[in-house]
């Protein structure tokens, strides 16, 4: 940057002109992130008695109860179980669909990668809406599940599928998603690494586990991260499958789910924002463990 | 154009693809593969198909015929009604501008911060840098109480701006175009600034007509976000002529009145214009969903 002479009005000084630049993301970011964020921790250790009112310190109350809550462990459970859900099929079958589509062996790759990709523009809401319906007793699904002879299930009243139902819909909305980004990791292995490979003779399946997997590592664990992230403050879903109540006997509590039930039905802040900590750390550790791996900023100066 | 490559090639030739199978099998594995995804194809299309013949059906028929995989009628009373008994187009309206309004304010104020990051060396600036994108790892969540707080105490609730302000300082877009602008010719800033433009030139003049693709990406991931976004907004607004689509919808479920009609007609009218949308841009869609992506591979 060359330097101005002394006489530079106040704006244009090189000191000054990036924090002008910076001025609007700062000020937004001070105030409605970093604040918050301290502002979280402090109201875990308090109660407040209402919303206007001022919020006193209880020290680790909220933690204690927590630890003692049965809703809050159910909820954790679940998230666990459907986050466990996604990965398993969120990765390794994108994946696979990823590499098939690149591969010059199927015809119309393009159009099925668009096919794929549509569900992720129906909003959740929606795309909960049409799950809910097609699962109803007399629903879409019984009525195939029929057509083959084989009984009908009660998918939306019996807890044991609220999970898996969650993990449903996930797998409909994001596989083309992960297809985009598997595709933009593939894209960018060099060809000659493939040519090289079919003179050595190694077969489409060797080549992709010798050379396709290993260099995809770096997006991979990019997906599995998101994934993860995304999955641990799943509620959407729930919300609009089982309503208010978390369906039958809390089997569509999540941790998202029951932070919301805490503050905005029953207006306890203080725990809620406690809730938010213990998920805020889990996502943190997740995020930590994938830096360790990953190094997202070693490639800065 | 694949297929001909393919079978003018001599037996025992390798593909430079990723199945370097051989001739005579190829073929048969090109059709597998391609029934297959075929299948795959119409999987995932299934829920459009089977919400387009319900929202036709008369409401008294969609339960009864939520079997039948075929067309049975055709009526439009459920958009009638959908229309008639909820603030359905007010919706409508209240998640474009919220998305829009979201997106552009959003993506002004991360490419200037953006700028600023990538192109001045400044006191502070790593530091700032790190703890912004830091802050990105802390989900959202950990903030609805806080945040939910102080749209109450400035009056911001029930409010367009309460509801896309708190969001605006995305993370991810400041990196985003942070990475965008240090992709930009030095040169062409430094000739700026031998012609004696001033920053604020340079930046308008220069810089901004390059950063388009990548604000015009990263307006697509917002806007979708901010249209499908239901709890934060639910939150926030109160009164139901101010609701998105995704919280009217999400309201409509939970009312006694038996509503399967109006919610798969409501539903379907909330899908098509994304699709079409898509459709039509798909090129930049693409891009911006897979922006994220791209980062990975700098």
Known sequence: MTLRSAKTPFLHRPSVVPWVFLAPFLLLFLTFSLYPILNAFYLSVSQMESITSLPQFVGLANYAKLWNDPSFWKALNNT???TVGVLLTLIPIPLIYAALLQSGWVKGAHSYRLILFTPLLTSLVVATIVFRYMLGPEGFINAILNFFSLPPQRWVEVG?????ICVLI??????????VYFQSGLNNIPKELFEA?????????????????????PIVIFVVTISLIGSLQVI????ILYGAMAGPGESALTMMFYLYMVAFQRLNFGYAAAIGVVLAILIMAVSLVQFRFFGFFSQED | MQEATAASLPEGNNLPTLAGQRGGSARRTKLL???????????????????AISAVRPPERIIADAGNFLPTSFTLQNFQTLLASNPYVQWYINSIILAVSFAALSVTVCTLAGYALALYKFRGREELFFAVLGSQMIPFYLVLVPLFLIIVRTGLINQYIGVILPIVAQPFGLFYMRQYIRGISRELIDAGRVDGASEYNIFGSIVLPLCKPGMSAIFILFSIDMWNSLIWPLIVMREEAK?????GLAGMISTYRSLFGELIAGSLLATVPMILLFLIFQRQFLTGMSVTGVIVEK
């Open chain 2, 243 to 247: 609701f998105p689509l995704s919280v």
């Open chain 1, 170 to 179: 996930a797998f409909w909305r994001w596989t083309g998603m992960n297809i």
């Open chain 2, 33 to 51: 593969l391609s029934t297959f995804f075929l299948g795959v194809a119409l999987i995932h299309i299934l829920p459009f198909y089977w919400m």
């Open chain 1, 197 to 217: 490979a079919a003179l050595d003779g190694a077969s489409g399946l060797q080549s992709f586990y010798f050379v396709t997997l290993p260099l995809l590592k």
């Open chain 1, 160 to 164: 044991t599928y609220a999970m898996p």
């Open chain 1, 80 to 82: 666990l179980l459907y």
């Open chain 1, 236 to 239: 959407v879903e729930p919300y």
